[in-house]
């Protein structure tokens, strides 16, 4: 009987992998919006299993909230009028699938060649105060930059939208 | 109804489904010609490695990795902002957001 | 407080057997007689006109732009606002300094004009040959 973490697991990983196949092959641009919603709920989920709760919350606010909306404001400013269907087309594919499958094989072995250092994990009730005590003084500069980051991309997305 | 957390779920079963996630993004990137879907992938693609660097984080008991992935969560959607105001621009320009179409810059 | 998180879980589950089990009873029990007027957009026998799929105006655009923005700002105060106790002054002053920056950007945005909806000027027929003379007197 395995652990209910590893049925979890397997349950959202299924999801994720099967919904971002949507992403990459669905014929309408729509479908590929709402299949990456899946996709970003259901990474938050495993940083749930993860204990990166508030990064999961992150996740949820910032990509499902705000990222995942203005993608979908972008599909609906970028539809012609005059064609109805909003269909794409795709390249001839053997290329992309083995350049594809090439890093897939590049990085298990990775995987599997590595030792990596795994410690007992620290026993932790809430992420949100570390997290907020290193932002505020260990990580002061990021985040103080951070800020400056987002206003760089407020001003140059705006004026790369302005109508000249 | 307790989930108490056990290693039941190793750091490999994480790695996998990211480099699979990874690789889906990739093939994404390089067959679909519409602008938005393949910044999608690149989603996905970033979505990936958000995920290994939080089961790296977890796994190695060090929690400055969570602030890791806090940063570039502000900054992919600081780049999410800038990617769709160029897509939206192309497409004032050129009425397409088919890539294979903008080709200006192709010799 | 990781089994909170199952309380989440169990709630979704919830709520997403909740509408499967109402379409599936639906699609059993109600009873199946389409028509034209059923069948029409708006049931109240307005026909619709054009295309569904219209091109939204850019200017919605900047206003996504500055939700995304003070979106992630939210995210940023929420670890702030666990810690404000803690750190006092000083984690004040820094959020004043962050919160400061970004207002620029939103000052930046007003400024330039960028949420201004200039109405569109309507066009107001004027009649440029006269037909009939008219009497100045």
């Given at each position: 009987?395995?652990?209910?973490?590893?049925?979890?697991f397997y349950i959202f990983a299924f999801l994720i992998v099967s919904f971002s196949f949507i992403v990459v092959f669905a014929k309408n641009i729509i479908y590929s919006a709402v299949s990456l919603f899946v996709t970003l709920f259901g990474t938050a989920a495993l940083y749930?299993?993860?204990?990166?709760?508030?990064?999961?919350?992150?996740?949820?606010?910032?990509?499902?909230?705000?990222?995942?909306?203005?993608?979908?404001?972008g599909i609906m400013m970028t539809t012609r009028i005059t064609d109805?269907?909003?269909?794409?087309?795709?390249?001839?594919?053997?290329?992309?699938?083995?350049?594809?499958?090439?890093?897939?094989?590049?990085?298990?072995?990775?995987?599997?060649?590595?030792?990596?250092?795994?410690?007992?994990?620290?026993?932790?009730?809430?992420?949100?105060?570390?997290?907020?005590?290193?932002?505020?003084?260990?990580?002061?500069?990021?985040?103080?930059?951070?800020s400056v980051v987002l206003l760089i991309a407020l001003m140059g997305a705006a004026m790369y939208a302005r109508k000249k | 109804m307790i989930f108490i957390f056990s290693n039941m779920v190793s750091l490999d079963y994480f790695l996998t489904l990211s480099i699979i996630l990874f690789s889906i993004g990739v093939i994404g990137v390089l067959i679909r010609r519409n602008a938005?879907?393949?910044?999608?992938?690149?989603?996905?693609?970033?979505?990936?490695?958000?995920?290994?660097?939080?089961?790296?984080?977890?796994?190695?008991?060090?929690?400055?990795?969570?602030?890791?992935?806090?940063?570039?969560?502000?900054?992919?959607?600081?780049?999410?902002a800038v990617g769709l105001a160029i897509i939206i621009a192309l497409f004032r320009n050129k009425e397409t957001i088919n890539i294979d179409e903008i080709n200006i810059l192709k010799w | 407080m990781f089994a909170d998180y199952g309380q989440i879980l169990v709630?979704?589950?919830?709520?997403?057997?909740?509408?499967?089990?109402?379409?599936?009873?639906?699609?059993?029990?109600?009873?199946?007689?389409?028509?034209?007027?059923?069948?029409?957009?708006?049931?109240?026998?307005?026909?619709?006109?054009?295309?569904?799929?219209?091109?939204?105006?850019?200017?919605?655009?900047?206003?996504?732009?500055?939700?995304?923005?003070?979106?992630?700002?939210?995210?940023?105060?929420?670890?702030?606002a666990v810690v404000f106790k803690e750190l006092g002054l000083f984690a004040f002053v820094e959020m004043a300094v962050f919160l400061i920056i970004l207002i620029l950007g939103f000052?930046?945005?007003?400024?330039?004009?960028?949420?201004?909806?200039?109405?569109?000027?309507?066009?107001?027929?004027?009649?440029?040959?006269?037909?009939f003379k008219v009497d100045s007197n």
């Open positions: 009987m395995p652990d209910i973490n590893t049925i979890l749930i299993l993860l204990r990166a709760d508030f990064l999961a919350i992150t996740q949820v606010m910032v990509y499902i909230g705000g990222i995942l909306i203005l993608l979908i404001f109805s269907e909003i269909k794409t087309t795709n390249l001839s594919s053997v290329p992309a699938v083995f350049v594809s499958a090439g890093v897939f094989v590049i990085l298990i072995i990775v995987l599997l060649t590595t030792k990596w250092n795994i410690n007992p994990p620290v026993e932790n009730d809430v992420t949100v105060n570390r997290i907020g005590n290193l932002l505020l003084t260990t990580y002061l500069l990021p985040f103080e930059i951070a | 938005i879907i393949i910044f999608m992938s690149i989603e996905l693609m970033l979505n990936s490695v958000n995920l290994s660097l939080i089961s790296f984080s977890s796994f190695m008991g060090d929690s400055q990795g969570q602030i890791l992935v806090f940063f570039v969560m502000a900054v992919a959607a600081a780049e999410a | 709630f979704m589950l919830f709520a997403i057997a909740f509408v499967a089990i109402a379409f599936f009873v639906a699609l059993f029990l109600a009873p199946k007689k389409p028509s034209y007027s059923k069948e029409s957009t708006y049931e109240c026998g307005e026909d619709t006109e054009g295309e569904t799929w219209v091109r939204f105006n850019v200017r919605y655009y900047v206003v996504a732009l500055i939700f995304i923005i003070f979106d992630v700002e939210v995210v940023f105060l929420f670890p702030w000052v930046y945005v007003l400024a330039k004009g960028d949420l201004q909806w200039d109405k569109p000027q309507p066009v107001i027929p004027e009649l440029k040959r006269q037909i």
